[in-house]
């Protein structure tokens, strides 16, 4: 009564673009797997889920056990009894005999092979309509559990299957209706209202409403217009759009996600394994307790009791089903995580070290302050900065050359510029060499205070310090009440960022953190994840953008910010699509209630086998009340497992 994954091949792509092309093309050379979706009346119901056939042998079994124990009790004669028993048997034992079959040329125990040879150990003693009963039984329980398994993949499938088949696209001043597999980069999209947004893309006209709720969690719509970043998934509440394509298929969001349920589906997390291995074990004990009860007792009854009553399909079925269900309810509440050893993982972490910038603000930062040196005009000061991050995606490059905008200065386009991680960036502006970023990249800056919660930009021009732009970034919304959730969750909150002191100090402050290392380059973040890890903490890592990522690789978790750079998502375990901190502390509890729920199977399972072995085997239960208390307790457990299953969501 195992559960083994179907497996399905197909390789996970990574989070961000696999490369850049131009729609010619992509659309010769396919990029992406197709991915579409059943639409909302296509769900089947439980009477539609449970296999005919499977259903009408168990009833079948279990009318031969009523007549076989009704035949028994008005005296009819075994010669009688016999023939039908046995093949009522054989055939109810079928699934379990194949199942059983593949265990023993596999060389494992199971308990589809415990359960075989206690049928058959009744049937050989004449105890037909106990092993009849028993079978009645384990096909039943057969049942529930793939129904309970069913409802686990369905909570994720329900997130995933949502996409239209078929979408219409701009070609020129005319529409046209395509599949959505042959929709490729750099495509208009139109979304109508109460359609659904197929495609990750940047908003091009138009402005509507969408729900993210099946991405999100977020109940309220989200309004978007010209510019925005939508993503597969989301629903146009109402107003229609235009959509520039940026990611499609197994490249969007969407596709993200249903990679990953893939891979979360075949693989095997730590205690999955673990769950595997105590119920072989379990078997082995149940089996080795009937040989001594048989040798005490001599009481096959007894013995085949004794057999009977031991079950760890509620472990070895409830532990998967509890790893999908969690994935499903993480991904409900807005974040997806890549397999169940890092749902696992996250369970036990007791350190959450975050990232600064991009993470707990917004990284949209806004230059509040130009100072620049003695005898430099300050709109020259600014030319030439907004020229050295002309070609910058850096939210502090944008902040310089977006004041530059405001205020009307008259741009020069750098001749060549070069990013130095961690410290700024260097470019040749007309007959300058510029350099704009942080104290260690423009060594001559001087030690002064700025605003507060603001960050220095200094600029040297030809060697020479130039002045200093004050750079303040805002915090992200619930960032200081996801701190406080972690803290109260007995989580231990520690902040990294390349800001000066003063600026990281101010933000903490703001948040609630009290632990800070500030001044850090990516390398320097890398070594003090793996330091908290050799200090024998469990740490998950949260960050955005390209700097973050070795960290993020190190750490025993990584959590990107779905608003961050490819190159994050890609080195990260979890994802929080939303981008909102709150959907963080769900996903711990998340993961804690999971390992919670395996625990309490663990041990509810071990407890309810030695007392029912103890019990069989002083003869206080027979193989029938065996039977009922091993598949009791197992649909016990494994119900324990379902209630992790989030409700579906609306369509």
């Known amino acids: 009564m195992g559960v083994?994954?179907?497996?399905?091949?197909?390789?996970?792509?990574?989070?961000?673009?696999?490369?850049?092309?131009?729609?010619?093309?992509?659309?010769?050379?396919?990029?992406?797997?197709?991915?579409?979706?059943?639409?909302?009346?296509?769900?089947?119901?439980?009477?539609?889920?449970?296999?005919?056939?499977?259903?009408?042998?168990?009833?079948?079994?279990?009318?031969?056990?009523?007549?076989?124990?009704?035949?028994?009790?008005?005296?009819?004669?075994?010669?009688?009894?016999?023939?039908?028993?046995?093949?009522?048997?054989?055939?109810?034992?079928?699934?379990?005999?194949?199942?059983?079959?593949?265990?023993?040329?596999?060389?494992?125990?199971?308990?589809?092979?415990?359960?075989?040879?206690?049928?058959?150990?009744?049937?050989?003693?004449?105890e037909w309509t106990t092993a009849l009963v028993i079978t009645t039984f384990v096909l039943a329980a057969e049942i529930l559990e793939d129904l309970s398994m069913d409802r686990g993949r369905d909570a994720l499938s329900d997130l995933m299957s949502f996409l239209p088949a078929t979408v219409r696209v701009r070609r020129g001043t005319s529409q046209v209706e395509i599949p959505l597999t042959e929709v490729r980069p750099g495509m208009v999209v139109v979304v109508e209202p109460g359609s659904r947004v197929p495609v990750d893309g940047t908003v091009l006209a138009g402005s509507a409403s969408l729900d993210q709720s099946r991405l999100t969690g977020e109940s309220l719509p989200v309004d978007v217009q010209v510019g925005d970043t939508v993503l597969a998934g989301s629903i146009a509440v109402a107003g229609a759009l235009e959509v520039t394509t940026r990611r499609a298929g197994e490249d969007s969001t969407f596709g993200q996600i249903i990679a990953t349920v893939r891979e979360a589906q075949e693989s095997r997390a730590p205690v999955q394994r673990l769950a595997d291995r105590l119920a072989g074990i379990l078997v082995f004990i149940a089996l080795g307790a009937a040989l001594v009860t048989f040798l005490v007792t001599r009481d096959a009854r007894a013995t085949i009791s004794v057999v009977i009553v031991a079950g760890a399909c509620g472990i070895a079925a409830g532990t998967p089903l509890a790893i999908l269900a969690s994935i499903a309810r993480a991904a409900r509440a807005g974040a997806f995580v890549r397999d169940g050893t890092h749902l696992e993982v996250l369970s036990g972490v007791d350190t959450v070290v975050l990232d600064k910038t991009g993470t707990l603000t917004l990284g949209q930062a806004r230059v509040v302050d130009v100072r620049p040196a003695p005898g430099v005009d300050e709109g020259d000061l600014l030319a030439l900065a907004a020229g050295a991050e002309w070609h910058s995606e850096h939210p502090v490059g944008r902040a310089i050359t977006d004041r530059a905008e405001e205020l009307g200065v008259t741009v020069p386009v750098p001749g060549s510029a070069e990013h130095v991680p961690g410290m700024g960036v260097t470019a040749r502006v007309g007959r300058h060499e510029v350099c704009v970023g942080s104290a260690r990249l423009v060594s001559d800056a001087p030690q002064e205070s700025g605003p507060a919660g603001a960050s220095p930009v200094h600029v040297a021009v030809d060697g020479v310090w130039a002045g200093t732009l004050w750079v303040a970034d805002q915090l992200r919304e619930g960032a200081a009440r996801c701190v406080s959730d972690l803290r109260s969750l007995g989580l231990r909150v520690l902040m990294l960022t390349g800001d000066t002191e003063q600026t990281a100090r101010a933000t903490a402050r703001d948040v609630g953190i009290t632990e800070v290392r500030a001044?850090?380059?990516?390398?320097?973040?890398?070594?003090?994840?793996?330091?908290?890890?050799?200090?024998?903490?469990?740490?998950?890592?949260?960050?955005?953008?390209?700097?973050?990522?070795?960290?993020?690789?190190?750490?025993?978790?990584?959590?990107?910010?779905?608003?961050?750079?490819?190159?994050a998502r890609e080195s990260a375990d979890v994802v929080l699509i939303s981008s909102d901190l709150g959907d963080l502390v769900t996903l711990v509890r998340t993961a804690r209630r999971a390992r919670r729920t395996i625990m309490v199977n663990f041990v509810g399972t071990l407890v309810v086998d030695a007392v029912g072995m103890v019990l069989a085997a002083s003869g206080v239960l027979g193989p029938v009340a065996a039977a009922v208390v091993h598949v009791g307790s197992e649909s016990a457990f494994i119900l324990n497992s379902a209630r992790l299953v989030p409700g579906r969501a609306r369509r």
């Open 519 to 567: 001044g850090l380059l990516p390398a320097d973040k890398h070594a003090v994840v793996g330091q908290e890890r050799a200090a024998g903490h469990v740490v998950a890592m949260v960050g955005d953008g390209v700097n973050d990522a070795p960290a993020l690789a190190v750490a025993d978790v990584g959590i990107a910010i779905g608003s961050g750079t490819d190159v």
């Open 4 to 126: 083994t994954p179907t497996p399905v091949p197909s390789p996970r792509p990574g989070p961000g673009e696999t490369g850049s092309a131009t729609v010619g093309q992509a659309e010769s050379t396919p990029t992406h797997r197709p991915v579409t979706a059943a639409g909302p009346g296509d769900e089947p119901g439980l009477w539609q889920r449970i296999d005919r056939t499977d259903l009408a042998r168990t009833l079948s079994v279990a009318a031969c056990a009523v007549a076989v124990g009704v035949a028994h009790v008005l005296g009819a004669s075994r010669w009688v009894l016999a023939p039908v028993s046995v093949v009522a048997l054989v055939a109810g034992c079928w699934p379990i005999l194949v199942e059983a079959w593949e265990d023993v040329k596999a060389r494992r125990m199971s308990m589809e092979l415990s359960m075989l040879i206690a049928i058959a150990a009744a049937a050989a003693i004449g």
